[in-house]
């Protein structure tokens, strides 16, 4: 049957790095499963167990899984209905001097479940530095655009000017934030299956996988309270990643900014003027699916019944891939959004030269009281023109004219020679720029530091499709 056949996720398909992939794949999952199968019979033969060391070279000549064994371990599957004990005996027909020392005093959690963390591990370390790019590409976005004043919105309607590497460094914190979750929650222990174990089979163990040590409490499993932990962090992503696809999309809308558009790409089957932000779609579509995924892992944890049930196995299986293949797939498409970022500053003071005018009003307010003019009488004659104004933009389609009327109004001729003067945007963007230098270059610059060797070599993502 032709792969064109069945169901594949699209996460695979379409959306996810190879890398990402290839650390959930069936063939990384059972080799690792016959990599905690050597350390265990390393660990009890150097602490006196009587394991051959016939036996263990045999299990590591075979460590990763070929498709002949994947063979073999389906048919025992069928016979067992037991996927572990499948791919022990499979291992023992591969590495037969081995084949009654494999799995010696072990439950099968200890595979399914430190295989779980290994993976977890790696796939933590995997998406970490692509969380980096990102933050830095923003980073040098906000730099260059430090001081270039845009209209700010609350409520999505006109408000005070900020400068667009402000608003970038809005998104930066964020992503900075997750950052920091997902580097706490890499701080992963590893799950001792078997509280007869002496100690220091533990201690070996753990040194062979390289985890600094194991959970002092388990039972069959490591707590699921730990797969809820890394699901939180990393599906925080997911939340911070939607709400910068939104202003991304909503400020392609108004023209001012674009998601990087090929020469040949196709905005619309039908329009074929159109741009779409097909990129940061995509990411808003991810980005929802990631952020909530925690309630699974909640779920899964508060339905564990004393000391295990199997109803964790099935939803885990799938729910544990798609968090980290969903983060991969955000980060990879943000990194290639960030890093081609399109700006049109004409389009932006435009919008600024709608709004400017009656912002600028309090100042002229100010300038006239400094002229001995009651504040109370020039606050009505600028409403008065401040409507009309407001009503050839609304009614008419006009530009705001506004300066126009105050500088033909007798009332307002004490200050007709300044009020050219008090519309420069970078009067109202306060200290923007300097927030802005002072956290990339500060906070943010510090914060990426140990990612340095990897941003130097690191690419930018290209998306396939």
Known sequence: MSSYDKYQTPLATRYASQEMMSIFSARTRASTWRQLWVWLAEAEQELGLNIPEEAIQQMREHVT???????????????????????????????????????????????????????????????????A????????????????????????????????????????????????????ATFLELFDGNADKIVELNKVLCKKAGFPSAYPISTQTYTRK??????????????????????????ANLKEMEEPFEKS????????????????????ALSRKLANLPVNFSNTFKAQWFERTLDDSAIRRMDIPEMFLLADSILLALDNVTNGLVVYPQVVRARIDQELPFMATESILMKLAQHGVSRQDAHEEIRVLSHQASAVVK??????DLLERIKKAEFFKPVWGEIDGLVDPALFI????????????????????????????????????
Not at 97 to 113: K, Q, R
Not at 395 to 400: D, F, P, R, S, Y
């Open 265 to 284: 790409q196709i905005g619309s089957s039908a329009m074929a003027y159109k741009r779409n932000p097909m990129r940061s779609e995509r990411i808003a």
């Open 133 to 184: 790019k990102v933050i830095q590409n923003l980073k040098e976005f906000a730099l260059k655009y430090k001081d270039t004043p845009t209209l700010g919105f609350t409520h999505y309607q006109p408000a005070q000017l900020i400068t667009i590497g402000k608003r970038a460094c809005q998104w930066i914190q964020e992503l900075v934030m997750d950052l920091e979750d997902i580097e706490t």
């Open 65 to 131: 899984v070929t498709d002949k064994a994947f063979d073999v371990a389906r048919e025992y599957e069928n016979k067992f209905r037991h996927d572990v004990m499948a791919h022990v005996h499979a291992y023992g027909e591969d590495a037969p001097a081995a084949a009654g020392h494999i799995h010696l005093g072990a439950t099968s959690c200890y595979v399914t479940d430190n295989a779980d963390l290994i993976f977890i591990q790696k796939a933590l370390d995997l998406i970490l530095p692509k969380l």
């Open 395 to 400: 009614q008419e389609g006009g530009k705001n």
């Open 226 to 251: 730990v797969d809820l932990r890394v699901a939180n962090a990393v599906c925080a992503l997911g939340a911070t990643a939607e709400r910068i696809a939104a202003d991304i999309r909503h400020l």
């Open 430 to 465: 306060g200290n923007s720029p300097r927030i802005v230098e002072d956290y990339c270059n500060g906070e943010v610059a510090e914060r990426l530091s140990k990612y340095q060797e990897t941003l130097s070599k690191a690419e930018t993502a290209q998306l396939s499709i």
